[in-house]
């Protein structure tokens, strides 16, 4: 059994910064894509970041120049630095983690909640 445990979501005002962690741990082998996403009420879960195992990233517009995706291959853990934050990135905060040779399988964590508020 897969588990994905993310942290760091929590209230910040608007220009502070958070970091949210997602560590996987299981039976899970061949990690590829680790990466973010978000969903905000109301609307469709969108990608924040992705990270390849080779440290490739990618970044919807609205994160590009404020946030930043790293990982750990060692812990199977996925980070995102999330700096400049506005009222807009309001969101939960979903991890997810791509997985597999032939066949891919993707792994969601339970979701951490981002709010950004004064």
């Known amino acids: 059994q897969v588990q994905l445990v993310e942290s760091g979501g929590g209230l910040v005002q608007p220009g502070g910064s958070l970091r949210l962690s997602c560590a996987a741990s299981?039976?899970?082998?061949?990690?590829?894509?680790m990466g973010w996403y978000r969903q905000a009420p109301g609307k469709e879960r969108e990608l924040v970041a992705v990270?390849?195992?080779?440290?490739?990233?990618s970044y919807s517009d609205s994160g590009k120049g404020r946030f930043t995706i790293s990982r750990d291959n060692a812990e199977n853990t996925v980070y995102l630095q999330m700096n400049s934050l506005e009222p807009e990135d309001t969101a939960v905060y979903y991890c997810?983690?791509?997985?597999?040779?032939?066949?891919?399988?993707?792994?969601w964590g339970q979701g951490t909640q981002v709010t950004v508020s004064s």
């Open positions: 997810n983690v791509r997985a597999g040779t032939v066949y891919q399988t993707d792994y």
């Open positions: 299981g039976r899970i082998f061949s990690i590829n894509t």
């Open positions: 990270i390849t195992s080779g440290g490739s990233t």
